[in-house]
């Protein structure tokens, strides 16, 4: 039996905050992911000034691919908006080398990690959650679920809303080289978003380093997600802002509850939940690396100061309610194509695209 203090299931930036929060401050924390890292994460991958702020490092100093851009372009109903900020707004990096680097500092904190290590099972035992890994058991008194939208240890404690608001999002990241890359209009370092005509999501085209990301997310079981990225790319291909003979890396799906209905329960009394696990990606954008971090953290510091009932506060503190509340019922009553038009007048006046969608739905800014 290996006894810890906390033990962490999910190695993404919420489980890797977390675990190197609490490591730093001397406690005996596991941390199991089932994948081999580095692993290939697809996400558009935009890293605002508060996440570096939250892991305490410029951004400059991040080794990895890294792609600050001042500059970013919506497009509705064909016509193409651009803002910009006199500082950098943002960055764009690679999520499998960005997951690996914070994977890497807790583990120089301290923490034991082991990756391609799949949780078999896991139970109480009096004051004492046991979990079971390959041929040996693992006990500490606190778990953190930190393994995503489909969190083994969300799904076990019944912390998953079955009204929850669902993302589907499918996406492509392809490196290539710079004779190809100069022959893609999209440039370097502005991130190009896409929305749906009606509105329920968007696609986007970011170029970072030699990284081409192309994906779209969409918060509608209406039209198939699949139609919906075929429609983007023959529209991209068409308009001849994607070569024809330009080979993408096969498209991925993933999903992603966001804080917007039916908000996951995040922490018991010995337990919580961080990240995508906790349902906590930004309700219209989906961004939902810096919710995972600042989540990791203030969880770690929770289970630190022996305050884990106060874990729900500070995510609402941080993140708001996860509820509609009395403005939301009003404009859920509203009929749609009055919701339509206000959506579309945001996009269009440029103060309000900027404050609304960019800085306040993306963080950036």
Aim: hydrophobic share 40%; net charge neutral; proline share 5%.
């Amino acid at each position: 039996m290996e006894r810890y203090d906390i033990i962490i299931v999910g190695g993404g930036p919420a489980g890797a905050t977390a675990a190197e929060t609490l490591a730093t401050e001397g406690a005996r924390v596991l941390l199991l992911d089932s994948a081999t890292f580095p692993r290939v994460k697809l996400c558009a991958g935009w890293v605002t000034a508060q996440v570096w702020e939250s892991l305490g490092i410029p951004g400059k100093d991040y080794p990895g691919t890294l792609q600050p851009f001042s500059r970013a372009r919506l497009e509705l109903d064909g016509q193409v908006q651009e803002t910009r900020w006199d500082h950098t707004a943002s960055y764009g990096i690679i999520r499998s080398e960005f997951d690996h680097y914070l994977l890497q500092r807790a583990a120089t904190a301290g923490a034991a990690i082991r990756t391609n290590t799949r949780v078999q099972t896991l139970r109480r035992a009096g004051e004492t959650w046991l979990i079971s890994i390959g041929d040996t058991q693992a006990s500490a008194p606190v778990v953190v679920g930190a393994g995503g939208h489909s969190c083994p240890v969300a799904r076990q404690l019944g912390a998953i809303d079955k009204d929850e608001a669902v993302v589907m999002a499918r996406e492509s990241e392809t490196r290539l080289d710079e004779a190809t890359l100069a022959r893609v209009p999209a440039k370097a370092g502005i991130p190009e978003l896409i929305l749906e005509d009606d509105l329920n999501g968007y696609g986007w085209v970011f170029r970072k380093g030699p990284f081409l990301n192309i994906g779209l997310g969409c918060i509608d079981a209406g039209r198939a997600l699949n139609q919906r990225c075929t429609t983007l790319l023959e529209r991209l291909r068409a308009e001849e802002r994607l070569p024809a003979d330009i080979e993408l890396e096969p498209f991925r799906g993933h999903a992603y509850a966001v804080r917007l209905r039916g908000p996951r329960r995040p922490s018991g009394k010995d337990w919580l939940l961080v990240g995508d696990a906790a349902g906590l990606a930004r309700a219209f954008s989906g961004e939902g690396i810096g919710p995972a971090i600042i989540s990791g953290r203030i969880a770690a510091s929770m289970i630190l100061a022996g305050t884990i009932e106060q874990y729900p506060s500070h995510l609402d503190q941080n993140f708001g309610a996860g509820e509609p509340g009395r403005i939301g019922n009003i404009i859920g009553h509203l009929p749609r194509p009055f919701l339509d038009r206000i959506g579309r007048t945001i996009c269009q006046q440029p103060l309000l695209r900027r404050k609304m969608v960019f800085e306040g739905a993306f963080g950036m800014g």
